[in-house]
């Protein structure tokens, strides 16, 4: 099983709707998570982190389920420009720098 | 002005060639990454450099060799070169103090091993 898994995708949506992608991660040890934005031919960016209680960044929010190992990303009225791959991303602890990156869910907003 | 650069960009060489690729960081990081983004777009950590230390150390093959001079660079040597090492290789840069800090990743260096 993969540590982070992710939906490939792609999600075609197109401009204003609202699109919702998903993360499960298989170590309940994890201790922070993340969203990265990869545009084609272009290195990963961060987006946002994620906390426990979730949290809002303008049209993004993220959702933190620890139970379910799972970890979300909403996207409110889509813009052609956040046409990229999301990439889950997941720290395991606090002892270490080292990520590990979910393959990515691609989406492709359409006028 | 870039925070993270890699040189070259573009790199394309033959079988059993040995090629190194260049990571320079401008924004006073104590770490540095080597990741690897493979044909299916698969994103993997080879090494961390934290303060010139060899942090992480993934399994990698032996022909793989990171060197940090000073914590501004981290470069990656590749001998014996093999058509599997065709790939995108990112370098990436943090504080590493914190959990929730963020990797700054370079433009990648896309390798093609003919």
């Known amino acids: 099983r993969k540590e982070v898994e992710q939906d490939p995708g792609p999600f075609n949506v197109p401009e204003g709707a609202t699109v919702a992608f998903n993360c499960t991660y298989s170590?309940?040890?994890?201790?922070?998570f993340f969203w990265y934005r990869q545009d084609c031919r272009k290195e990963p960016k961060l987006l946002m982190s994620?906390?426990?209680s979730g949290n809002e960044d303008g049209r993004f929010t993220a959702q933190l389920n620890r139970a379910s190992q799972y970890i979300s990303l909403l996207i409110r009225d889509s813009k052609l420009s956040d046409s990229a791959t999301y990439l889950c991303?997941?720290?395991?602890?606090?002892?270490?720098?080292?990520?590990?990156f979910g393959t990515g869910t691609r989406l492709q907003v359409f006028p | 002005d870039t925070a993270v650069s890699q040189t070259p960009k573009y790199l394309v060489t033959q079988m059993g060639n040995d090629k190194s690729i260049k990571c320079e960081q401008n924004?006073?990081?104590?770490?540095m990454y080597w990741y690897k983004q493979d044909s299916k777009k698969f994103l993997k950590i080879m090494f961390s450099?934290?303060?010139?230390?060899?942090?992480i150390n993934e399994t990698v093959p032996n022909r793989f060799s990171p060197k940090s001079p000073d914590k501004a660079h981290l470069n990656l040597h590749i001998n014996s070169l093999e058509l599997g090492d065709s790939a995108v290789y990112f370098c990436?840069?943090?504080?590493?103090?914190?959990?929730?800090?963020?990797?700054?990743f370079g433009p990648g260096t896309r390798l093609l091993v003919l």
């Open positions: 990436a840069s943090s504080r590493g103090e914190n959990v929730r800090e963020t990797q700054y």
């Open positions: 170590n309940s040890a994890s201790q922070s």
């Open positions: 994620v906390y426990s």
């Open positions: 991303v997941v720290k395991l602890s606090y002892n270490t720098d080292k990520l590990i």
């Open positions: 924004l006073g990081h104590d770490t």
């Open positions: 450099y934290n303060n010139k230390e060899l942090i």
